[in-house]
């Protein structure tokens, strides 16, 4: 498995594929945080950003092999591993970036509530910030297994499947992505720091079950 994740990663960092949701994310940054502004309402920006981003990831990892040499890789090591090493590649590259620019954010936020009256912990704040980042980081690894290949494999219904995914796993009532964000936010407007752990323990058992799901029917279109 090892030696499937490194292939996967030197895939898509040589892949110039990756650069346009690596530019999109940095670019909604840009314009929804900016120095000086409330931690948590800036974190929750930052999260929020990152779930169409980690769909998109997924999706370039899932389609970056011709079809020739992933039907080599899944012979040689298993169709179920060679998709689970590219959702598992997507995935970290996601947090990566995610943590990156959690870190950055905390640093540039001021540590106050919305409306600058009362002091939060800048360490709690950027560790709440941290786990709904991840939550959200999941979130869209799970909207990307389901939109792209083998469940979807035409460009014309997977990309407005991972849109909508997307979109939905952000404004759904109930999404472990919504409720991390809505922490955060909500925080921000009461002064003190939520931990958003739950949301993350949702975002890792429902993710884990859309990548089982992925790889399961991997295996069996392989067969």
């Known amino acids: 498995m090892t030696a499937l994740l490194r292939y996967q990663a030197a895939l898509l960092l040589r892949s110039q594929r ?5 530019i999109l994310y940095a670019a909604v940054l840009a314009i929804g945080v900016q120095s000086g502004q409330p931690v948590l309402d800036s974190l929750g920006w930052t999260a929020a950003a990152l779930l169409p981003v980690a769909a998109w990831l997924v999706r370039i990892c899932a389609t970056n092999e011709p079809s020739a040499a992933r039907s080599c ?21 996601a947090a990566t970036l995610g943590v990156v620019a959690t870190v950055f954010v905390t ?4 540590a106050t509530s919305a409306d600058h009256q009362i002091r939060v912990s800048a360490l709690q704040a950027g560790a709440a910030g941290l786990l709904a980042t991840l939550a959200c980081a999941l979130l869209g690894t799970a909207v990307g297994a389901l939109t ?12 407005p499947a991972l849109l909508l995914g997307a979109l939905l796993a952000l404004v759904v009532t109930g999404s472990p992505a919504r409720a991390a964000v809505s922490a955060l936010v909500s925080g921000s407007q009461e002064g003190t720091v939520p931990v958003p752990v739950l949301p993350l323990v949702g975002a890792v058992l429902l993710t884990a079950g859309a990548i089982a799901v992925a790889c399961g029917l991997t295996t069996r279109r392989a067969s």
């Not at 169709?79 to 995935?91: I, K």
């Not at 640093?107 to 001021?110: L, R, V």
């Not at 290949?149 to 990309?159: N, T």
């Open 148 to 159: 792209t290949r083998p469940l979807l494999r035409s460009p014309g219904r997977a990309v």
């Open 107 to 110: 640093f540039i936020s001021d």
């Open 73 to 93: 890789v899944g012979a040689a090591a298993g169709p179920e591993r060679a998709h689970l090493a590219c959702v598992s590649v997507a995935l970290g590259a």
């Open 18 to 22: 990756a650069l346009p949701p690596v």
